[in-house]
């Protein structure tokens, strides 16, 4: 008899005792009440994190160094909780003392400025709290991933494709060298590689870290990512390429895939695909196009040459939160397979969540896909700002920004003591400034040894001050530079001018 | 002469005439144009997304089929923009059409409830868009994570240690994996597995399946995940452990971690710790607990004996946004090393961010230590919680959802034609429904055949009907059956009575 059981299967029975059980009668949380705390909350948020935050006329940081900050935002976490007054306190220094990434005068990674739409959305994730891995749980979400996907590769060149949203570039770069991987040999994902052969990749001096944490992550091993020399402007020369591919081959290693890179890290150079893209074809090698960076050239008329060849590629990792603005984090990996190749790369079949027995398409069930379980639809930020402004004004920001640069770099070599690395391809802007002190010093050693020191100095003024932020470091035998990023709309010609002036304001005793 | 370059280093000048100066002139985006739509967007957030979504009178649902959803969206991606109350009405509808998974009767997830000091936090985050790798543009969120990570060590039981905050329990896993590895043998970083033994790992079968996809991705292969069995609870088997590690060294193989699970998916069982624990040491094995689910039983007096042995871990997976009831996503993976194990594992020291000649302290630059560049603060949305309702409120919450997990399966046992799989000793609630017509049917193949179709029916019509959220599945020849997940301090008494009211009602006439 099935019907009445009374005791659970395989235990006892339950402990009523254990229960105190007025405590189960009302709820413990009544989320109207906090509806008072959500609206300051959000003003602060509009106030502080977006109107002041932005405002060209206060600082970029109020720097504080760690030991000092510790103390200031009283870390510690206690026994007995705080009251609301305070915890909004604590929502406006964590505003104050952070590093205001979406001011106008932020140049110092590869992602900047405020993108209100993007913003909304994210706002609204936070709140719903989806994931991307079964339609049932988010319907809305998986469908919105799939049509940003789809016209990501409508302007990659492909007529179809697969491709999954990916907590940033660095992963997306991983799942583009496990899936040429499995590509090449599927049953690694079973045997390991323990039997296999020396599986070799090849990428550009210039690419991005993610490229060897992967191998070394994946079991590949640092050591077998070959690295082609690339040639003045940051470029992989493809006859370099060809050389390795030849030598990889001769010591008896299997070559598998090559990483090509538009936009690189430092340079914002983009390699030749066109070229590249022969050169895998011949040997039956997998290409990747990590255009974390360089992607949103593809959505301008005007500089999408820059990535002539792309859709020649097996895949294409995609960053919209660095260019194109997109609250962090926004990463597509792009697959122009649709064999269900990346599907058969990670699938895990979880029967928690996998059911066969659904009563919808579980085509549309995506998770199985993906390295993640829990997945954040970082589609649908990119998705309301491409809605809101359309296609024609994110081309209109791409070719902006790179006439900002333009503009800089013009500025750059017009200017006393300011020396371009070279002509920007990108938006990427590179360049020494020598103080006064070392102009008329000859070229050789000593000079650069001084120049080396001068970077780092401006850069602690700079912090300290807190009137603008970019990066610096050494390159290829280069000794410390600027490298300026420019992306957002927010910027101006004068944005430009205050820079280098505020350069030299902070250098010119050096 | 060094001090007045007119020309690039190495290009040639750049082309003025490709500038359209007028365009640079004045920005292209001007945030306070903006604050408008901001403020309506944050009234839709706060009445839509937090009230009407978690108002147990609302639905938890409002489902449609996909392709009738696609059209209701209108997805399209255009040339031109919308304006912004067009922008507005995309966010109304995007949580209408959601499903609200935090809304009290959403039990179909190991997430679920609103927590609005999270929520808060996440917000705050989107629009600052931090990333926690170098000290120097994460300040706060850098202190930030290294404190709730001490804390959450603290509770683990280990006096000090090391950590990061991942996207997510499946790359908590992951790292556990690759660290234990490289803690193995440090040289497959370099050489990667081609020439490496054969390594083995060992986790139960109930284990999550993020186990088996980071043996994939990392080359070890799933063939050399060996799974041990686990008991009618669904905990694992030292013993079968302790023959399957002695097996494997009889073949040659090379064991080198033990994967526990404090928390199953399914059935939500904490494998013994101490006894694997014994068994690691004596294999010097590395011993990861995945505590993902489980770990939030550390902040309870009453509950944390769950976990006895924890302290013995190598490292640890605990995902506050689950439990804990964080946003998505909070995953926190922990290691007891404090010797730069998980820094030298994963370090590829980009200069362009991690410059050792920096004016602060670059040991809080902690972004060498991931897989990811950029990365998410996420520990400040667990932060901002924990100080506001403090470790005894997080205590009483976890305390709270397991009563409310013992009063359902009291309700399951008291009530006719409902069935528990057993006693649950977390707040998982596995149990059957029998429909009248099958309640006086005798036990065999034929039962249970007609109940494997049951669930899935009831579950549908709960999803058409919108009134609440719970999974099924089968389960180690068990036929399909509900597991409801208990989390939301949201919920009461009245609302397990109406779950079970409503799948009687849902399923009388199968």
Chains 1, 2 share one sequence.
Not at 240 to 245: G, K, T
Not at 415 to 422: A, P
Not at 451 to 472: D, F, L
Request: net charge negative; hydrophobic share 40%; aromatic share 8%.
């Amino acid at each position: 008899m099935a019907g009445k059981p009374s005791r659970a299967e395989c235990c006892g029975p339950v402990d009523g005792a254990a229960l105190d059980s007025a405590a189960l009668d009302e709820p413990l949380l009544n989320i109207p009440d906090s509806e008072g705390f959500l609206r300051q909350a959000m003003d602060i948020l509009v106030e502080e994190a977006v109107k002041k935050a932005t405002d060209a006329r206060e600082k970029v940081c109020e720097w504080r160094p760690p030991e000092e900050l510790k103390e200031l935002l009283d870390l510690e976490l206690r026994d007995g909780g705080e009251d609301e007054s305070r915890i909004l306190q604590r929502c406006r220094d964590a505003v104050r003392f952070s590093v205001k990434t979406t001011h106008p005068r932020f140049f110092n990674q590869q992602f900047a400025g405020m993108e209100p739409y993007s913003l909304v959305a994210g706002c609204i994730v936070e709140a719903l709290k989806p994931s991307v891995y079964t339609y049932e749980v988010g319907p809305v979400f998986t469908l919105v991933e799939d049509a940003v996907l789809r016209k990501m590769m409508e302007l990659v060149g492909w007529e179809e494709g697969d491709g999954i949203f990916n907590a940033g570039g660095s992963m997306s770069n991983m799942y583009a060298v496990n899936l040429a991987r499995f590509h090449h040999c599927p049953d690694i994902k079973e045997l390991g590689l323990a039997a296999a052969p020396q599986l070799v990749l090849f990428t550009s001096q210039e690419c991005h870290y993610s490229i060897s944490k992967a191998a070394a992550l994946l079991g590949i091993g640092t050591n077998n990512v070959s690295v082609v020399p690339s040639d003045e402007r940051g470029k992989m020369i493809p006859s370099a390429l060809e050389e390795l591919i030849q030598k990889a081959k001769g010591r008896g290693a299997v070559p598998f895939m090559v990483n090509a890179t538009a936009g690189t890290t430092v340079l914002g150079a983009f390699d030749p695909l066109e070229d590249i893209a022969d050169i895998c074809e011949q040997h039956s090698l997998w290409l990747h196009v990590d255009a974390c960076w360089g992607g949103a050239a593809l959505m301008s008329k005007k500089h999408k040459h820059l990535l002539k060849g792309i859709n020649r590629a097996n895949s294409v990792s995609w960053n919209p939160h660095k260019m194109l603005m997109v609250c962090l984090q926004c990463s597509a990996f792009l697959v122009r397979d649709r064999t269900g190749l990346l599907q058969r790369c990670h699938s895990a079949q979880a029967s928690y969540l996998f059911q066969q027995d659904k009563f919808y398409d579980v085509g549309f069930d995506t998770g199985d896909k993906s390295l993640q379980c829990s997945r954040k639809p970082d589609a649908f930020k990119f998705w309301l700002l491409w809605k809101a402004v359309g296609t024609r004004q994110l081309e209109q920001r791409v070719d902006r920004a790179l006439a900002m640069a333009r503009y800089l770099a013009e500025e750059i070599q017009r200017r006393d003591g300011f020396r371009l690395l070279m002509d920007p391809e990108y938006t990427n802007v590179c360049f020494w400034y020598f103080p006064p002190s070392l102009r008329n010093v000859d070229e050789g050693p000593e000079l650069w040894s001084k120049m080396h020191t001068v970077a780092p100095v401006i850069k602690e003024r700079m912090m300290k001050e807190g009137s603008m932020m970019m990066g610096y470091q050494p390159h290829k035998g280069r000794v410390n530079f600027f490298r300026m990023i420019i992306i957002s709309p927010q910027t101006s010609r004068r944005d430009m001018d205050f820079v280098l002036d505020q350069i030299h304001h902070l250098g010119k005793d050096l």
